[in-house]
């Protein structure tokens, strides 16, 4: 996010955290703390990328029960994008997470997410004169004491500094929209839109951020307020307002013309919606689907260990995962800023 602190972080980490962090994405929002350098902008040449122009998520994937170790698990009603994305990355981390129902905790960045998140949903649901950086600014002290009460937010700790920093940087998210496209000018036709629909042989649900009408078309439009991933961290990103889109058409009825990620502050990935790319994003959802249902049959959830273990609020819980942060820890590659490294330091 412009003109926002510079954290003590590595970039290529961000990258890679935000594509996989808060599986199950119970938070709309980024996984990244706003105002970090972005990526290197590679441009996809398969995508209209439109420059200089600016994720907030919520889906509640539940599993029946819990499970040991080699004890099938009845497998989830459907899956989300975030879920989708979680089990992916680190089946064992899915596990801890929607079988187990360990808790894990927002953060910040998700949590200001969620609050610029909000914001904005009220702020489209205005009449188009209506949706001014004024009105924003006064939906956002109308939201504060909602965001300010939340137990999570609370377990924060934060100072009046940090209580400050924080309203800043939710503010920062939601003035960014104004770098990618003037509200007023857009025909809103639904904002946090839930979606359920069977995909392939796949129960699906997500929840819409904006529906828009452009041109006669239905565009479908998702905020992000984390950092724009570099090229190739972008596919879980894409698959997921693919599938929006492909769950639109089933919904609604009408296939959306665009599928586009707003990252606030930032750009937008404009992505023109093809039955080719409806049918790789629900091919890979119907995989993501039987990995789901053979995991949970046999209840082995394999574990991915990698650069994520640092972030992963599991990793007491993981052998493998402890046994990655020694490994690197040892080669000099565990960033000092990594949570998790408190577990092998
Ligand atoms: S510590 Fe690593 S391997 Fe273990 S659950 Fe977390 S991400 Fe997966």
Redesign the pocket.
Known sequence: MRGGPEPDVDPAILDEIDDAALPGGERRGADIPLGVTGPDQDEDMALTVVPDTPDLEVETDEVAAGADAGVGVEPPPYLSPSSASAFD??P??WK?KYVDRLPEPSGQPALVGTFAHRVLELLCELPPEGRTQDTAKALARECWPEMAADPEFAALELDADGERAFRWQGWLAIAGLWTLEDPSDVDVVATERKVSADLGEVPFLGIVDRLDRRNGQLVVSDYKSGTVPRLRFRGDKIQQVLLYAAAINEHEGELPDRARLLYLGQRIIDIPVTPRRLEDATGALAETWGAVGTACSAGEFE????V??GW?P??EQ?P???A?LETRLANGNLPDHAP?RVLVA
């Open positions: 990355h680190c064992r981390r801890f574990a991915k260990p990698g994520l273990c992963c599991f990793a993981c493998e995962g402890r990655e998790a």
